[in-house]
T-cell receptor, first 116, second 113 residues
Framework: GAVVSQHPSWVICKSGTSVKIECRSL??????MFWYRQFPKQSLMLMAT?????????EQGVEKDKFLINHASLTLSTLTVTSAHPEDSSFYIC????????????FGPGTRLTVL | GESVGLHLPTLSVQEGDNSIINCAYS??????FIWYKQESGKGPQFIID?????DKRQGQRVTVLLNKTVKHLSLQIAATQPGDSAVYFC????????????FGAGTRLAVHP
């Protein structure tokens, strides 16, 4: 149980284009999903917290107009990187919190974004 | 702000030995702690968690110890196997809203045959 998927698993795009990453909870409903970014050999950095049906809460220093988050249902959240640049290349990971669990987060497999 | 740190960036052990990975946190009000395992190119995998009303919790081959006095927790892996090679992160639930997790820097565990 508590499986989270991400799509795509990797993506390569040209500078200036936008990329959408999907995060799905497969066997549970998630009222809250989290988006993280991880650079090589570094830890996970929280970008934003996404609550179903409401606006995402962004961490300090994360541009909300560049990283658009939509959490339209209890099983799907999307992250769109707009006007991507090479410095946006990273490993993007989502996690989801079950409605029956107060604290445990289950992570997706991650999406490797490379911006040329 | 809140922070989580690890004592060692890399830990090398022999197969079959026990491994101990340590983590320190800064906020004495933290009440929930998790250990995750991350293999290369994959997302973090939940290993074990513990709440602040406990000092010790055991799972399959893993034990988490929490010392609230010195704000320290550790992950013990018994009979370490090559498949345990990965980066291990401790995470602490933040005291703000939305149950945010604050991750430590990570310790790479290398298991040698």
């Amino acid at each position: 149980g508590a499986v989270v998927s991400q799509h795509p698993s990797w993506v390569i795009c040209k500078s200036g284009t936008s990329v959408k990453i999907e995060c799905r909870s497969l066997d549970f409903q998630a009222t809250t999903m989290f988006w993280y970014r991880q650079f090589p050999k570094q830890s996970l950095m929280l970008m934003a917290t996404s609550n179903e049906g409401s606006k995402a809460t962004y961490e300090q220093g994360v541009e909300k107009d560049k990283f658009l988050i939509n959490h339209a249902s209890l099983t799907l959240s999307t992250l769109t990187v707009t006007s991507a640049h090479p410095e946006d290349s990273s490993f993007y990971i989502c996690s989801a919190k079950t409605t029956t669990s107060t604290d445990t987060q289950y992570f997706g497999p991650g999406t490797r974004l490379t911006v040329l | 702000g809140e922070s989580v740190g690890l004592h060692l960036p890399t830990l090398s052990v022999q197969e079959g030995d026990n491994s101990i990975i340590n983590c320190a946190y800064s906020n004495s009000a933290s009440d929930y702690f998790i250990w995750y395992k991350q293999e290369s190119g994959k997302g973090p995998q939940f290993i074990i968690d513990i709440r602040s009303n406990m000092d010790k919790r055991q799972g399959q081959r893993v034990t988490v110890l929490l010392n609230k006095t010195v704000k320290h927790l550790s992950l013990q892996i018994a009979a370490t196997q090559p498949g345990d090679s990965a980066v291990y992160f401790c995470a602490v639930k933040g005291t703000g809203g939305y149950n945010k997790l604050i991750f430590g820097a990570g310790t790479r565990l290398a298991v040698h045959p």
